[in-house]
């Protein structure tokens, strides 16, 4: 089925959606970037994503080309044209196309805004919770404003290939002997019952999924420490876990070919997941 995708205020079939070869998000990573997850047709988290969006965009000195009210529009349409039940909504914008010069272009050059859908029926459902994921640990080799949810994506791409190579699902990022975060997703650990994850700063993304499960673990009572924890912290910890848009709570069992805890999902991780994906259902939009 193709896909009807939206391009600078019109939506056409995916086949016809053309960008600039001098558009800056493709000649400098110059752009930034959200994913809402979809499910049983609304929308997760929409407000936290659409203010993150405005964040990263004022982080840039980019103008913000789109009122909240016309891109929860725009999701909207999209979910409908595409017919999505369970999915995602990827939306890019970018500081348009100019000549190619490292200095930004002119205030009032047309900026990129894309957006098109993902499905994803079951997303939900992911036989990965029920086992847990693995991973591996590698050196952090971002920029160090991870906070701006840019699309430069190439080192998060090579640590999903890094892992793949090591028969395991993710990577987490290690810095100064300190866990940063998944190549694409926040990264817990539990110990003694305590919820162990990054405090914010420039370091790692301000996950909008991290935001939420923190609120509602602190709403069941649960202990929660915001702090950095070592790799080996990691590797002792009685249970791991990532949060993301996409997965939701999802469960880690094992780093670098070792088994974390019993080595299957532990309950803080399934407890989680399940108050996580309740209580969004409930609010979306
Ligand atoms: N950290 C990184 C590096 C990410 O790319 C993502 C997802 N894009 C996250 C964390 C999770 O953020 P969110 O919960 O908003 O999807």
Redesign the pocket.
């Known amino acids: 089925m193709t896909r009807t995708v939206y391009l600078n205020g019109e939506y056409m079939p995916e086949d016809q959606a053309k960008v600039s070869v001098f558009d800056r998000g493709f000649l400098f990573a110059d752009g930034v970037y959200e ?1 809402t997850s979809v499910l049983g047709g609304k929308l997760l988290d929409f407000d ?2 659409a203010v ?1 969006l405005a964040r990263s965009l004022g982080e840039l000195g980019m103008a913000n080309p789109i009122t909240k009210d016309d891109l929860l529009a725009v999701h909207r349409e999209l979910v409908r044209l595409n017919d999505i039940e369970d999915g995602l909504v990827y939306l890019q914008i970018t500081r348009g196309a100019a000549d190619r010069d490292f200095a930004f272009p002119a205030e009032g050059t047309p900026q990129t805004i894309v957006l098109f859908t993902q499905a994803k029926p079951g997303l939900a459902d992911s036989p990965l919770a029920q086992t847990g994921m693995k991973v591996i640990s590698i050196e952090d080799q971002r920029w160090a404003r ?1 906070d701006i ?1 840019t699309v430069q994506l190439l080192y ?1 791409s090579m640590g999903k290939m890094m892992a793949k190579a090591a028969g395991a699902h993710d990577a987490w990022m290690v810095e100064d002997g300190f866990i940063t ?6 990264a817990y650990i539990v110990k003694d019952g305590k919820i162990i994850t990054r405090n914010l700063g420039h370091e ?2 301000h ?4 935001a939420a499960v923190l609120r509602f673990a602190r709403e069941a009572q649960m202990e929660i420490e915001e702090r950095p924890f070592t790799l080996d912290e990691a590797k002792a910890a009685d249970e791991a876990f990532i ?4 997965m939701f709570v999802m469960p880690v069992v094992e780093m670098d070919g070792d088994s974390i805890g019993t080595g299957a999902v532990g309950p803080v991780a399934k407890r989680l997941r399940e108050i996580y994906l309740d209580e969004s259902r409930k609010m979306a939009v």
Request: charged share 20%.
């Open positions: 994913v936290g994503h993150r991870r949810k998060p975060e998944g190549t694409s997703n926040n790692i993304l996950g909008i999924t991290r949060t993301s848009a996409s």
